[in-house]
């Protein structure tokens, strides 16, 4: 069971937008900055969003972060065949001092 | 460029002791931070523990009793070190930088910037 409460799977159809939500509480998501992942099957995840909303270079401005109270939001648009992978939020626990992570979401396209 | 590389023993005996170094190249083994990161095979990820400033640590509260991460300053490696696994830490095993972004006193900006490409350590009898 993650601390944080991610959709299991989403799905749209090419060039359509999907937006994945990542749920906390005020001791986590709430007052610490999110992160987002993309990993591919056999692969070590790879930083997609940092600091809620801003991304690393490389990262096209297809992928979007915000965050709002106690959940974030990470936006794909123009979704591609490539973009198919599993996605994972993460940011820290300020009570317990410790990373936490989401349990995943699984994007497909149609 | 950062690059991480984990090393360790694929598989062992429930009741023993997991030992894994991350080589690290590119980056700063005594003024970054570094991580622990793991995920079961076909679940999520996991967040072990990470060290920082040199020796502090912290861990994620369901493991704390039975792990440690400490660095090797002249090796420009970390290691973890997790004692009586059982089947349930079977897991791909990642090391990352955490980079530490602006945040007000008391609020945390941390996030992994730099993976390893994992590890899997099979816990079998």
């Known amino acids: 069971q993650s601390v944080l409460t991610q959709p299991p799977s989403v799905s749209a159809a090419p060039g359509q937008r999907v937006t994945i939500s990542c749920s906390g509480s005020?001791?986590?998501?709430?007052?610490?900055?999110v992160s987002w992942y993309q990993q591919f099957p056999g692969t070590a995840p790879k930083l997609l969003i940092y600091g809620n909303n801003k991304r690393p270079s490389g990262i096209p401005d297809r992928f979007s972060g915000s965050k709002s109270g106690t959940s974030a939001t990470l936006g794909i648009t123009g979704l591609q065949s490539g973009d198919e992978a599993d996605y994972y939020c993460?940011?820290?626990?300020?009570?317990?001092?410790?990373?936490?992570f989401g349990g995943g979401t699984k994007v497909t396209v149609l | 460029q950062v690059q991480l590389q984990e090393s360790g023993p694929g598989v062992l005996k429930p009741s023993e002791t997991l030992s894994l170094t991350c080589s690290v190249s590119g980056g700063s083994i005594t003024t970054d931070y570094w991580t622990w990161i793991r995920q079961p095979p076909g679940k999520g990820l996991e967040w072990i523990g990470y060290i920082y400033n040199f020796g502090s640590t912290d861990y994620n509260p369901s493991l704390k009793s039975r792990v440690r991460i400490s660095v090797d300053a002249s090796n420009n490696e970390f290691s973890l070190r997790l004692t009586s696994v059982t089947a349930a830490d079977t897991a791909v095993y990642y090391c990352a930088r955490v980079k530490v972004g602006p945040a007000y006193s008391g609020t945390y900006n941390n996030y992994f910037d730099s993976w390893g490409q994992g590890t899997l350590v099979t816990v079998s009898s």
């Open positions: 993460a940011t820290w626990d300020g009570i317990v001092s410790s990373g936490v």
């Open positions: 005020s001791s986590n998501i709430g007052n610490n900055f």
